[in-house]
């Protein structure tokens, strides 16, 4: 298995314009996670999904920021406009419901996108 | 909600010297545990999980955690710590029920090992 991929692994770009993070899960997982990760503020959760349906988008940070799953092996996290604060590593990260239990199992990491936003 | 604490931000230890990485939970019942390893530049890894039974969890790379109700920990532990363990340490707890689907991770443990 090739594991999450991500894409672009590393973006730089310039204030106020529109990015977009890809991420294709594990085959056959029915979760799926966007994280952020900063010095300042650690591993956040910004959202995740469940059967390609949004289940918790309470960690998006603003209106700039949007994710979408059209289709069990495709997700993107879109930023527009960019900001400067946005800047950080994102990681895509994919799971699977335990067969008969009410949970999902380990979580498996892409590589993530280094965002710097000029 | 639930919550996790790993009190040690940053912890150094000479190679070859026993290693304890700290796990504190906030939850009402058990919760489903993990640790997961970050090495520079990468995304998580898991390395061990508890769900349910024997309390002493062995995971890969000679880690082991044990799980303890009374203290609402989960301590992760190795006996002899290699220069390639050098990474940040995150422990991670999971609840059953609306948000079964995901986990809340603490803050991260950074290790720095001597030679």
């Not at chain 1, 991500?6 to 799926?32: A, F, N, W």
């Not at chain 2, 898991?46 to 349910?52: D, T």
């Not at chain 2, 340490?89 to 948000?99: L, Q, R, S």
Request: proline share 6%; net charge neutral; with cysteine.
């Amino acid at each position: 298995d090739a594991g999450v991929i991500q894409s672009p692994r590393h973006e730089v770009t310039e204030m106020g314009q529109e990015v977009t993070l890809r991420c294709k899960p594990i085959s056959g997982h029915d979760y799926l996670f966007w994280y952020r990760q900063t010095m300042m503020r650690g591993l956040e959760l910004l959202i995740y999904f469940n059967n390609n349906v949004p289940i918790d988008d309470s960690g998006m940070p603003e209106d700039r920021f949007s994710a979408k799953m059209p289709n069990a092996s495709f997700s993107t996290l879109k930023i527009q406009p960019s900001e400067p604060r946005d800047s950080a590593v994102y990681f895509c990260a994919s799971s699977r419901r335990t067969s008969g239990a009410n949970r999902a199992d380990t979580q498996y990491f892409g590589p993530g996108t280094r965002l710097t936003v000029l | 909600a639930q919550s996790v604490t790993q009190p040690d931000i940053h912890i150094t230890v000479s190679e070859g010297a026993s290693l304890e990485l700290r796990c504190n939970y906030s939850y009402g019942a058990t919760p489903y545990l993990f640790w997961y390893v970050q090495s520079p530049g990468q995304g998580l890894q898991l390395l061990l999980k508890y769900f349910s039974g024997d309390t002493l969890v062995q995971g890969i790379k000679g880690f082991e955690a044990e799980f303890k109700r009374s203290q609402s920990s989960f301590n992760l532990r190795k006996p002899s710590v290699h220069w390639s363990d050098a990474a940040e340490y995150f422990c991670a707890v999971g609840i059953p029920g609306t948000n079964a689907g995901k986990s809340t991770f603490g803050d991260g443990t950074t290790l720095t090992v001597k030679p």
